[in-house]
């Protein structure tokens, strides 16, 4: 396959912002068609390429036999529905995450892709970005000793944007959907561990969302703390602190926007140590992951089953503060 030609479902901010120009930017890749019933919404993305097949339905784009590989960034309640969808339709499929709103959800896209033979797997930009492999090697080769305690803490504010799907139920909103998936999810791949219980969750509530998650969980050789908001001062940082040394990560997430890729680290002589990644695109990594994949000439990073993983703990976080509201 010379290039993997790339069609997304819907015209979203985000897949105007970064997706759409990262598959642009990535090696052997082209963003060849866009699904949306706005055409006005369409005129933007011709600003990264003219060569742009404009959809005016999903289906349409899903029928294009000039599409390998399909980006879903739509609502997170409709993820699983055109993910399925896409492979039903004989296209490899990245999918935005959340993947689904619960876990058992996923069981039967895993199914489905096993069946199909085909790539399939959430958008979870941030294992390809060079900082948190090196972090796992810091953490492999025991250099803050034993690992006793994550915390982390992804913020930030969009309470005055009530239109916004992150804080509607019926688009499967709240910040742990949303953000939650970072926190979590870093902690599961970077210490490559589950956790055994969650300890203490106090979740605050607006129309269905959670908006402020306080979550404590026990690992079976640590213990994680984790603050994840839509109402609080943008923020994000994660810090690994073991008996020996800690490692610490102050734009873990969004380095592009939040300030360099950084990790810092030391030990018991107290000599710090830091490593900066400027100007590097974990989204163009992400795409260029991807379709290495489909050629077969790697493995993707972060699988069905790893997104699986830290649904689980966002559905052990809400069952632990009583579950989810009545909508």
């Not at 055109?82 to 296209?91: D, M, S, T």
């Not at 799907?165 to 979590?184: F, H, K, M, Q």
């Not at 020996?244 to 710090?272: C, I, K, Q």
Request: hydrophobic share 40%.
């Amino acid at each position: 396959m010379a290039e993997v030609r790339w069609g997304v479902l819907g015209a979203s901010g985000f897949a105007r912002r970064d997706m759409a120009p990262a598959i642009h930017m990535a090696r052997g890749n082209r963003l060849a068609a866009l699904a949306t019933r706005s055409p006005e919404k369409a005129e933007p993305f011709r600003s990264i390429t003219e060569d742009l097949r404009i959809h005016g339905d999903y289906n349409a784009l899903l029928a294009d036999d000039a599409i390998d590989a399909v980006y879903v960034p739509l609502p997170h309640t409709l993820h699983i529905e055109w993910a399925a969808k896409a492979l039903e339709a004989g296209k490899h499929v990245l999918v935005e995450k959340p993947v689904a709103m619960r876990a058992e959800e996923i069981d039967p896209l895993i199914a489905l892709r096993d069946r199909t033979g085909l790539i399939c797997a959430e958008a979870y930009m941030i294992v390809h970005h060079p900082q948190w492999h090196f972090v796992r090697e810091l953490l492999d080769g025991r250099t803050v000793g034993r690992l006793r305690h994550v915390e982390a803490v992804f913020t930030y504010d969009n309470s005055s944007d009530p239109g916004n799907i992150r804080n509607s139920a019926e688009t499967g909103g709240g910040a742990l959907p949303d953000i939650g998936v970072y926190t979590y999810g870093s902690t599961r791949w970077a210490t490559r561990s589950d956790p055994e219980e969650i300890t203490h969750a106090d979740i605050e509530w607006e129309a269905g969302c959670d908006t402020l998650a306080r979550v404590s969980a026990r690992f079976p050789a640590f213990t994680a703390h984790w603050v994840n908001s839509m109402r609080m001062l943008p923020d994000q940082w994660i810090c690994f602190h073991g008996t020996e040394g800690l490692v610490r990560l102050t734009a873990p997430y969004n380095p592009s926007r939040f300030g360099p890729a950084h990790v810092d680290w030391r030990g018991t002589d107290g000599v710090r140590h830091a490593r900066t990644w400027p100007g590097v695109d974990q989204y163009v990594l992400q795409v260029e992951a991807f379709s290495a994949a489909i050629r077969g000439e790697a493995p993707f990073t972060w699988t069905l089953e790893d997104a699986l993983g830290t649904q689980r703990v966002i559905d052990m976080a809400y069952a632990a503060a009583g579950g989810r509201p009545a909508i």
